[in-house]
């Protein structure tokens, strides 16, 4: 054993080209190794420079980690002048390439942040974050300003995205990219909640697809609830496409087309789909699929179910079904002796059916009873299994909007309820007049109190602030309930200047 040992001591001592050779190298250092075959631990001071010397780059950005701001706040004045001498720190350290980090408390392994400000990602750095990112399991944030990243990274990017459990917030600003493949990061698998695109010179070709990956007849991104296009180049073409893409998207919160060239074409789509508008050819044709694709997926799952009468849903029609056919318990003698007794009961019990039907106590304490309560039970039974078979429709079909129950028909055409899912409307900055207020006013009134924005952002464009349409407005949006949670945060001085 002693003989074998002191073998393995000389090329330790010996050159370290014959240690890399055989690979035997004690615990305590760290061992020979490519860039696919290391490890990341989670710790950034420690992944970021070891993956960056195993690509042998040459210029190895520092990492500067950011402690929880907490602990400076809660402290007494003093803590204002420490922040300000920490930010005139970070403004002299800004100028050299840096990893940003901002850790969650003390421990290196909570990195909730990471922003790359100002220098210019290559492909060997795009590797390496890549690489990292999904052993950061903590991380929510991620920022790219004019980072010069391609659209093969963003693409590259957008699959390491998925592999982070809990990654959300994505920023991407001041990075033009040549094929415009920003719309990638909206599509319908994506996990994003919240993403800035500002000041990437988008246009409206880029608008077109961004717009098509918001919604389509078909699909829609389900899980957006913050976009930021401001300080773009979106002109009324593009603001069309956007407006084209909520028209089926229920999901989005919070829209920012501040600061683009949008004028009174452009804000006359986008006030359009606010109010109730009308379903164009091929949505009509699409709705008829989707009803008929509805109808024979409730049919077959009625065939192929063979549930208890009692739990047996309706086959849905053109018309609302009350009555579904398992649902009496009963013989066909005891329905027709009871039909004189079921509709006044029935009539007299459905405005209450919703509550006791959720309560899920009152019907079963009715149930022990005999005589007339029973009747009773079977109209609520009634309504219980055709609300349960409605909402089981909507879970499938993810409330198509092409569905909705309160589509109108006026004139010959269907109507459905605007986009009343939006709550924040950005429109500073750009070439509206006063034109298209009035489209504005008259879908905001149309919303009434039944949702809809509750921010909408009309300053520094072409029309006088004491314009009697804008006034009107701003009466409107000052009366309705804000949330505490307002746009502003999310939205990043999309208002700004």
């Known amino acids: 054993m002693s003989r074998k040992r002191h073998v393995k001591e000389k090329p330790e001592k010996g050159n370290a080209e014959d240690e890399k050779s055989t690979g035997q ?256 050819h091929e949505e009509v044709v699409e709705r008829r699929k989707l009803l008929l694709e509805r109808m024979q997926s409730s049919t077959q799952g009625v065939d192929s179910d063979q549930t208890p009468a009692d739990q047996l849903p309706s086959v849905p029609s053109s018309t609302p079904v009350n009555v579904s056919k398992g649902e009496n318990k ?9 039909k004189k007794d079921e509709k006044p009961a029935a009539n007299k019990d459905n405005p209450k059916s919703n509550k006791k039907s959720s309560d899920g106590k009152a019907p079963q304490s009715k149930g022990g009873k005999a005589g007339g309560r029973e009747k009773q039970l079977t109209a609520q039974e009634q309504d219980q299994s055709s609300a349960a078979l409605n909402e089981q429709v909507e879970l499938v079909e993810i409330r198509n909007p092409l569905l909705d129950d309160s589509l109108q028909c006026r004139d010959g055409q269907l109507f459905l309820p605007g986009n009343t899912t939006l709550t924040s409307l950005n429109l500073a900055g750009n070439r509206i007049t006063e034109k298209s207020l009035p489209l504005f006013l008259k879908s905001l009134e149309m919303q009434g109190e039944g949702g809809g924005l509750l921010r909408l952002c009309l300053q520094r464009n072409r029309f006088p602030p004491e314009c009697e349409s804008y006034v009107r407005i701003e009466e409107l949006i000052a009366l309705r309930p804000k949330k505490k949670n307002t746009s502003e945060e999310t939205e990043e001085g999309g208002q700004g200047a």
């Open 25 to 280: 190298t004690p615990n305590e250092t760290l061992p020979a190794q490519t860039f696919d075959e290391y490890q990341c631990s989670g710790n950034v001071d420690i992944d970021f420079p070891g993956l960056c010397a195993l690509l042998d780059i040459k210029d190895i950005p520092a990492v500067s980690t950011k402690q929880p701001a907490s602990s400076t706040l809660t402290e007494t004045e003093g803590g204002d002048a420490e922040s300000s001498q920490s930010q005139i720190n970070a403004t002299s350290f800004w100028c050299k390439p840096c990893l940003q980090v901002e850790v969650e408390n003390e421990d290196p392994l909570s990195v909730k942040s990471m922003k790359v400000s100002g220098w210019k990602v290559d492909e060997q750095l795009a590797r390496v974050l890549q690489k990292m990112l999904p052993s950061l399991s903590q991380l929510q944030s991620l920022q790219f300003w004019q980072a010069g990243l391609t659209d093969r990274m963003l693409i590259s990017l957008m699959n390491t995205i998925s592999l982070c459990s809990n990654l959300r917030v994505l920023t991407l600003e001041g990075n033009p990219l040549p094929e415009q493949s920003y719309h990638r990061l909206l599509s319908e698998d994506s996990i994003l909640t919240h993403l800035s695109l500002r000041n990437n010179r988008i246009g409206d070709e880029s608008a077109r697809l961004i717009g098509a990956a918001l919604s389509t007849y078909r699909s829609s991104n389900k899980n957006l609830l913050s976009l930021n296009l401001a300080f773009n180049s979106i002109s009324d073409a593009g603001a069309a496409h956007i407006a084209q893409g909520l028209r089926l998207n229920r999901a989005l919160l919070f829209l920012s087309l501040s600061n683009n060239q949008i004028g009174d074409s452009g804000a006359a789509h986008l006030a359009a789909i606010l109010g109730d508008f009308a379903l164009t």
């Open 330 to 338: 009963g013989t066909s003698k005891k329905k027709e002796a009871s």
